[in-house]
């Protein structure tokens, strides 16, 4: 069983930039393809990126095509995800999940593992 903490959320005025960090620890993180969801007030969790076990693979959601980059380094055990040209619109709680099988999915119910959430705040 993998545990995964986030970090970097705070908040940052539109146009701004933030970095998240996805920290694994019990198990190496190569093993899981990752995602990275969040949750407006109010709303259901929704995709934002993944990326395969070895990164050679990512898929992002329209809304944050172009502005964010998901990445990871399976030597430190951690995945990123690199937020730019912020939008009030990109304010929720984010959340880093792991997935068992070899492929990078966009579904929620795919994911084994989640983290606890990281909260952004982007203010216009």
């Known amino acids: 069983q993998v545990q995964l903490v986030e970090s970097g959320g705070g908040l940052v005025q539109a146009g701004g930039s933030l970095r998240l960090s996805c920290a694994a620890s019990?198990?190496?993180?190569?093993?899981?393809?990752m995602g990275w969801f969040r949750q407006a007030p109010g709303k259901g969790r929704e995709f934002v990126a993944c990326?395969?076990?070895?990164?050679?693979?990512?898929y992002y959601a329209d809304p944050v095509k172009g502005r964010f980059t998901i990445s990871r380094d399976n030597a430190k055990n951690t995945v990123y995800l690199q937020m730019d040209s912020l939008k009030p619109e990109d304010t929720a709680v984010y959340y880093c999940?792991?997935?068992?099988?070899?492929?990078?999915?966009?579904?929620?119910?795919?994911?084994?593992?989640w983290g606890q959430g990281t909260r952004v705040t982007v203010s216009s």
């Open positions: 019990g198990r190496t993180v190569s093993m899981y393809a």
């Open positions: 990326i395969s076990r070895t990164g050679d693979y990512t």
């Open positions: 999940a792991a997935d068992q099988s070899p492929y990078a999915s966009s579904r929620v119910r795919e994911y084994d593992y």
